[in-house]
């Protein structure tokens, strides 16, 4: 199966009751908060360690059978900033998209910790805003980039 790599457009706001375990290789996590300070407006969107998706997307995914993820709620508020910040007039509603470590799924998040979807996925994907979202084809140069900047972000922390 051939997988794409992705970066979805970053938003920031981990919020301050989030309650997540960054001790093993992947961040387990027990609570989730996110207090949105800006968004471009696409349907996928990431927060590290968390990947969120538009109701529109949630709705369409659910009408398919991919595997490697489960859709859930979160607690999800508005920064005081945000309205000044943010390019877009409405106020999203996400899901947060808990993706799977396991390779053989329609997405899964590798040893990098890069988001890995398979071709069918990304197509289907391609029928939702993803205009801030980067696209890298799965070969060695680009994963041992993702292992290197992992690597340098582990030393820091």
């Not at 900033?81 to 947060?96: C, L, V």
């Not at 990304?122 to 680009?142: A, G, M, R, S, V």
Request: glycine fraction near 4%; hydrophobic fraction near 35%; proline fraction near 2%.
């Amino acid at each position: 199966m051939k997988y794409i790599k992705i970066e979805p457009e970053v938003i920031v706001g981990l919020g301050d009751s989030s309650y997540i375990d960054f001790s093993s290789k992947f961040a387990k996590i027990n609570h989730l908060h996110i207090s949105l300070e800006d968004w471009l407006g696409d349907d996928l969107v990431e927060c590290y360690p968390a990947f969120f998706v538009t109701n529109d997307l949630k709705i369409g995914l659910e009408n398919e059978r991919f595997t490697g993820f489960k859709i859930k709620s979160f607690e999800l508020t508005f920064d005081e900033g945000y309205e000044d910040n943010s390019t877009i007039d409405i106020k999203p509603n996400f899901w947060w998209l808990e993706v799977t470590y396991q390779k053989g799924d329609d997405i899964y998040i590798d040893e990098n910790k890069v988001l890995n979807v398979t071709e069918t996925l990304y197509q289907f994907l391609q029928k939702y805003n993803l205009k801030q979202c980067t696209k890298f084809e799965d070969n060695l140069e680009i994963d041992a980039i993702f292992a290197a900047f992992e690597k340098k972000r582990m030393s820091r922390d």
